[in-house]
């Protein structure tokens, strides 16, 4: 704000389908990612009222978002359906607060052992013992413990072991990840998962070189940005995978642009470089100065 940088596409914000909603916490303005790869290797998604598949669980991010919306279950509404007792539900005014559209919407995940062996047992063992993923000796125990109706789950688990890769379903998807070990109702995993804050596709507006713009369109001298802080790179969504090639990318870009500026066009190498900096303070937030040279650069520690 006090350099008056131009910015863009503030608007632009990326909404991941599935967060893993812990019931214990939910409280919480932050949750676990339930990481693509879930549903990659078999997840399947059910809404909460219906104990049915809804979606295809591989369309890209915003339109399964989209569908997760229109077929889930508000929170306030899912919180006096599975949380214990009107009192622990007290506990959470964040709940009792929502309402309308613009409230957390909740849905279920479901994954057979043979989707959990892909995805990596250990991984899951780590969101089991968080809270936010949970083994169930059977399709009905796990049935019981989301309030699903049990033949309707059971039915739904079945059904999906039919599919076959390269036939479209009801719903449109034509790949089914270990779809034949939903043949076995044993051994069922399931948490509940919401669409979540992910990404911020806008940000500063900055030039090839990493250089920050000014409100006018102009850099502003020795000042440097890389990764989510800027915006421009990405255009309204962003593909999966490409945020850390952005920040390897830009982030070598503008470090070699700010050695230039402070050390001349001779030391524009990353590799090559060394500096000497002082320091006003180690702790985060704190301002680096590097003066070494002509120019002098501010960065700001993460």
Known sequence: KNFKVKTRDLDSVQVHPTGFLNPKSLGSTSVFLAPEALRACGGILIAPTTGKR?????????????????????????????????????????????????????AAMVLS??????????????????????????????????????????????????SKDGTADHLGKT??????????TKNVWAGWITPTLHYCMGGISFSPKGELLAEDGHPIPGLYGA???????????????????????????????????????????????????????????????ENKGENEVNMQHC
């Open 54 to 106: 809804f979606a295809n669980e591989l369309m890209p991010r915003d339109k399964l978002s989209a569908a997760i919306f229109t077929h889930g279950q508000p929170l306030s509404e899912w919180a006096k359906t599975h949380l214990e007792s009107e009192d622990a539900m007290s506990q959470y005014p964040e709940v009792k607060s929502q309402s309308g559209k613009k409230q957390m919407t909740v």
């Open 113 to 162: 052992e043979k989707a959990i062996e892909m995805f990596g047992e250990p991984s899951a063992r780590f969101y089991e013992k968080v809270g936010v993923l949970k083994q169930y000796e059977s399709i009905e125990e796990a049935a019981d413990a989301l309030k699903f109706p049990r033949e309707a789950l059971r039915q739904e688990y079945l059904n999906y072991a039919e």
């Open 175 to 184: 790949f089914f990840p270990n779809a034949e070990s939903y043949e076995s």
């Open 227 to 289: 990764g989510e802080v800027v915006g421009g790179v990405h255009g309204r969504n962003r593909l999966v995978g490409n945020s850390l090639l952005e920040c390897v990318v830009f982030g070598c870009i503008s470090a070699e642009s700010a050695l230039s500026y402070v050390y001349g066009e001779g030391a524009s190498s990353c590799a090559s470089a060394t500096t000497t900096t002082t320091t006003s303070s180690s702790t985060p937030g704190s301002t680096m100065k």
